[in-house]
């Protein structure tokens, strides 16, 4: 998730909350809103030429927001985006805004790699796990395996990262061990 996309996630979802809005609905109206950027090119044109004053490109949202019956706050965030000529991000912003939104309603995503497949059990505890540490009520997790890591698991939280493998408890014994023998004398 890039810093801009988080960013503007932040601020749309300070208004959402301060105004009480529905995060889902206005989740809805930014995919619409994308939906309908991607697939018409003269909007893409008209809404990202820089030589088009920003009164017309209002203009224009405004058209669109009218058809899409656009809530005002969803409305002015795409103002904001338009004009500061970031519409190439909007996509992003939106995944970002999503994700502040799951936080906001108490669920973690979370990627879990592993070494090895983990059964159904052992998902459930570290899911539960996972939910202690994030303070979250539920987790949704998605499940790989990297032979790579030796065995244990590595857990990826937003941009939080939990290295429980293997492969890193050798990495830091070693760098422990390097460090003990620089230090001993000869």
């Given at each position: 998730m890039a810093a801009i996309d988080l960013r503007y996630a932040r601020a749309l979802a300070a208004v959402t909350s301060n105004q009480k809005l529905n995060w889902a609905a206005v989740q809805g109206q930014l995919?619409?809103?994308?939906?309908?950027?991607?697939?018409?090119?003269?909007?893409?044109?008209?809404?990202?030429?820089?030589?088009?004053?920003?009164?017309?490109?209002?203009?224009?949202?405004?058209?669109?927001?009218?058809?899409?019956?656009?809530?005002?706050?969803?409305?002015?965030?795409?103002?904001?985006?338009?004009?500061?000529?970031r519409l190439e991000e909007l996509r992003g912003m939106i995944r970002a805004y999503a994700a502040l939104a799951e936080e906001g309603s108490g669920?973690?995503?979370?990627e879990v790699v592993s070494a090895q497949p983990m059964d159904e059990a052992n998902r459930k505890l570290l899911e539960e796990k996972i939910a202690t540490l994030t303070g979250q009520r539920l987790v949704r997790a998605t499940y790989r395996e990297d032979p790579a890591l030796l065995g244990g698991a590595v857990v990826t939280v937003g941009s939080k990262v939990y290295d429980g493998s293997i492969r890193?408890?050798?990495?830091?014994?070693?760098?422990?061990?390097?460090?003990?023998?620089?230090?001993?004398?000869?």
């Open positions: 995919n619409d809103f994308a939906d309908v950027l991607e697939q018409s090119e003269p909007l893409r044109q008209a809404l990202g030429d820089p030589s088009i004053p920003d009164g017309q490109k209002l203009k224009v949202l405004d058209g669109v927001a009218a058809k899409l019956d656009l809530q005002i706050a969803t409305r002015n965030f795409l103002a904001v985006v338009i004009r500061r000529r669920i973690a995503e979370a890193e408890q050798l990495r830091q014994l070693k760098s422990r061990l390097i460090a003990a023998g620089a230090s001993s004398p000869a």
